[in-house]
């Protein structure tokens, strides 16, 4: 009796995944895309929960885009040491001195994360009335969480793609 097909469609040991190469000058021009639709969508958000001032929407917009350069970077190094971690901790004979310094890295970058947005929400008073700001520090997790489920969703229809562009996480 032959061997059920599932069976017999196994990878051999040790073979890679396949994974499309991307022109690095692509990946970029993908990511680029990708945060101005990031933009699009928050600034549309926020247009709705600062309704009918224009300005207003215009300056929290421009106050966000001044900060992500910051927060993008951020959240990339501390990408990077997690990964550095994990590898650290498969070790079978870990490396303590190496690991404790990837732990206070990692906690040092969310002390930076939490004084990013410190400071962006500070800029966002500077240029807001009361009433504004608070109904921009009330939706600012909302906003942020459709943003994240509406590229989950996009990431979801095209997997490669998302791969191609560095997000495979």
Known sequence: MPPHPAVGAAKPPGAKPLVKKVDPKQREEA???????IRGLRAQELAEVLKPD??????????????????????????QRRADLDKLLKDPKPNDVAISRLVDELLAGRKRLEDIEYERTAA????????????VVVSWPRINRKIQETLYRALLKSKSDAAAIGFEE
């Not at 990511?31 to 639709?37: C, D, E, I, V, Y």
């Not at 966002?124 to 109904?135: I, T």
Request: proline fraction near 2%; hydrophobic fraction near 45%; avoid cysteine.
């Open 54 to 79: 224009a300005t207003a929407v215009a300056k929290v917009v421009e106050i966000a885009a001044g900060y992500e350069d910051k927060v993008i970077a951020t959240r990339q190094d501390q990408r």
């Open 124 to 135: 966002f008073r500077k240029v807001l009335n009361p009433s504004q700001f608070a109904k």
């Open 31 to 37: 990511r680029a895309k990708l945060l101005q639709r």
